[in-house]
């Protein structure tokens, strides 16, 4: 299967600071999908992303679907406890397929 | 707000038991998956079904495995001999026909002893 490496793979920081984070492999996608997942429960949709270039907001999220195509950028602005979790990139391949592989995920712990 | 449900929430099995999981998927949506994340790792693909058929399916999902759409709300999930590596939490997702934005039902761990 298709491997998306994110980095870092994890991530401890200060309430209020800032995160980026990132999705990469070596195939070329047409679709991201970021997704963020509590312990023990399903992936929950942030963002998604449909064209080279696209830079999308939801709330104090951004994304963006890179140029190459082969990568994808999540920023989390003025972090609160809530956000932590581990955050999962999510890529389609083909046009006609709807099988998307997931990143190996980026575990976010915020300290109060 | 619509969401996935998953039933049951945990199911603990023997070694070549048949296990059903079920889901509900958001009713106007037409695409259905299931995936399945092995404790501690990332999400992994198993089969997606449209109109009544699977129209992808990885290499995870052989001869074992088998998906149902038995009525016009529950979307199934069928083991026949169940392994100890089978154990993992098992997700539904579904989309709507104009979208590929996947929404995941909670989940249900299977336990494989």
């Known amino acids: 299967g298709q491997q998306l490496n994110q980095s870092p793979q994890s991530m401890f920081i200060q309430e209020g600071e800032d995160v980026s984070m990132n999705c990469t492999s070596s195939s070329i996608f047409n679709t991201w999908l970021w997704y963020k997942q509590d312990p023990g429960e399903g992936p929950v949709l942030l963002i998604a992303?449909?064209?080279?270039?696209e830079l999308t907001s939801n709330g104090r999220l951004t994304a963006q679907f890179g140029i190459t195509r082969k990568d994808s950028f999540l920023n989390i602005s003025a972090s609160i406890p809530s956000d932590v979790g581990i955050y999962f990139c999510?890529?389609?391949?083909?046009?006609?397929?709807?099988?998307?592989?997931f990143g190996t995920g980026t575990s976010l712990t915020v300290i109060p | 707000e619509p969401e996935v449900t998953q039933t049951p929430s945990h199911q603990v099995t023997q070694m070549g038991q048949e296990v059903i999981l079920r889901c509900v998927p958001i009713s106007n949506h037409l695409y259905f998956y299931w995936y399945r994340q092995i404790l501690g790792q990332k999400v992994e693909f198993l089969v997606s079904f449209y109109n009544n058929e699977i129209s992808e399916k990885s290499e995870i999902f052989d001869d074992q495995f088998s998906v149902e759409r038995p009525d016009g709300s529950n979307f199934t999930l069928k083991i026949r001999s169940t392994k100890l590596e089978d154990s993992a939490m098992y997700f539904c997702?579904?989309?709507?026909?104009?979208?590929?934005?996947?929404?995941f039902g909670p989940g249900t761990r299977l336990t494989v002893t």
């Open positions: 992303l449909y064209k080279a270039g």
């Open positions: 999510a890529g389609r391949l083909t046009n006609t397929g709807n099988q998307f592989y």
């Open positions: 997702a579904s989309t709507a026909d104009w979208s590929y934005e996947q929404y």
